[in-house]
């Protein structure tokens, strides 16, 4: 049977953790008042994250808010990023698994996920640990967590579909799909492996995330259709360098806004949504054939209006009438 969290949300409280005031406070300076909150032991997780760059700092930031422990490792050295937010930070990948966090969140590139997995020391953590991937596309990281991952291991895959920019304040409504990839419901510690993956989904679904379970394949097949479409539209009216006027409307400004946002965004993660998304190539193929039907549209209408112009009505023999012949 599918996983299904308790999404109830915990009541505010004054934090009790060491660094959440730190936390707090570089949560003011980005115009976000946080709800400060502090966990019982039995719900308090401990939650490692590989790649502290922007997105991880961004996510760690709020689950030490929210009360957990949080420790990061990463190729460059965060170390005074992390200890500003109140995280434990790393350099050495051995050293941190074996603080032995109870849920592992990869923080990759799409690009770089396989390579940071095989570099992991898996053998370092706990047997009971819970992996789990926060990358845009979504049918690669759950082959490739089945197909890497001791059996022992548990395996979340979810999409947090806003990032730094767009989730810079609030997250409330804000989609979070996942799914529960798989949970060993029959080790003996099973019930408290289910009760720790309902407790980090319960995180999101505090901080008012709108909470999606849906399928990897799902989401990829209707991403494509949207976030693939969405970068591709916004990359290719990038490069026509388009330029705020006085008399914008509200349309083209929300065009120039959605040039902002995705090219903001690396390219390798635009290269990634297309290549490790097997519907992005049929998406890409549907947009240009729509332009085309479009552009001839429009042509087709040109010749009408330009053949109307060249020749009158007057000039146009009516079908019904009969050819009068010269003698």
């Given amino acids: 049977a599918?996983?299904?969290?308790?999404?109830?949300p915990l009541a505010g409280a004054p934090p009790a953790r060491r660094g959440v005031?730190?936390?707090?406070?570089?949560?003011?300076?980005?115009?976000w008042v946080p709800v400060q909150r502090t966990l019982?032991?039995?719900?308090?997780?401990?939650?490692?994250?590989?790649?502290?760059?922007?997105?991880?700092?961004?996510l760690a930031r709020r689950m030490v808010l929210a009360g957990h422990r949080v420790l990061a490792t990463s190729r460059a050295d965060y170390s005074k990023e992390a200890a500003d937010m109140g995280v434990e930070y790393f350099m050495d990948q051995y050293d941190f698994c074996e603080q032995h966090?109870?849920?592992?969140?990869?923080?990759?590139?799409?690009l770089s996920t396989e390579t940071v997995l095989a570099k992991l020391p898996l053998a370092s953590l706990k047997r009971s640990t819970c992996?789990?991937?926060?990358?845009?596309?979504?049918?690669?990281?759950?082959?490739?967590?089945?197909?890497?991952?001791?059996?022992?291991?548990?395996?979340?895959?979810?999409h947090p579909m806003f990032g730094v920019n767009s989730g810079g304040a609030s997250w409330k409504g804000l989609n979070f799909q996942y799914e529960v990839v798989r949970v060993n419901k029959d080790a003996r510690d099973g019930d408290t492996r289910m009760a720790r993956v309902q407790q980090f989904l319960k995180f999101f679904a505090d901080e008012q995330c709108n909470m999606v379970d849906m399928t990897c394949e799902d989401h990829d097949f209707l991403s494509a259709s949207s976030q693939f479409i969405t970068h591709t539209v916004g990359r290719t009216l990038g490069t026509m360098h388009l330029q705020p006027t006085p008399i914008d409307t509200k349309g083209y400004q929300a065009l120039l806004e959605l040039v902002r946002q995705t090219n903001t965004d690396s390219f390798d993660l635009y290269y990634g949504?297309?290549?490790?998304n097997q519907n992005a190539t049929d998406e890409l193929e549907r947009l240009e054939r729509g332009l085309e039907r479009v552009k001839k549209s429009l042509l087709s209408k040109l010749h009408d209006i330009a053949r109307e112009e060249m020749f009158p009505a007057s000039m146009i023999k009516k079908s019904n009438e009969p050819?009068?012949?010269?003698?």
Avoid: M
Wanted: proline fraction near 6%.
């Fill in 131 to 158: 992996i789990v991937d926060v990358l845009s596309v979504k049918v690669f990281p759950k082959q490739l967590l089945l197909a890497k991952l001791p059996e022992h291991f548990d395996i979340v895959c979810t």
């Fill in 21 to 31: 005031a730190v936390a707090a406070a570089a949560a003011e300076k980005e115009k």
């Fill in 323 to 327: 050819l009068k012949l010269v003698e």
């Fill in 101 to 110: 966090p109870d849920i592992v969140i990869l923080v990759t590139s799409i």
């Fill in 40 to 58: 019982p032991v039995e719900d308090r997780l401990s939650i490692g994250i590989v790649g502290f760059g922007l997105f991880g700092q961004f």
């Fill in 273 to 276: 949504l297309f290549l490790y």
């Fill in 2 to 8: 599918r996983l299904a969290p308790r999404l109830a």
